[in-house]
């Protein structure tokens, strides 16, 4: 999530969206993606996050989702070796 974040246009729809679903968190984490466990699942279930993603943007988080859900997850895919 942190190179995600890092990677993103800074002036984006998307990464305004980030700011605006976590205005409790500083623009110094938010620039540099420090995001913890719960704030990840949150943009994980949203679906409206996906719609302001542009396109090597959404390229990369739908990789990152994969990784995340099959992976790294309490119950893993049965390719994940």
Known sequence: MKNFAKAMDQD???FQYICNK???LSQAKLKEGIFVGP???KLLRDEDFDYTLSGTE???WNAFRDVAHNFLGNAKAPNYI
Do not use: T, W
């Open 22 to 24: 976590f205005p409790v």
């Open 58 to 60: 959404k390229v990369a």
């Open 12 to 14: 984006g729809a998307a």
């Open 39 to 41: 704030q990840i699942n």
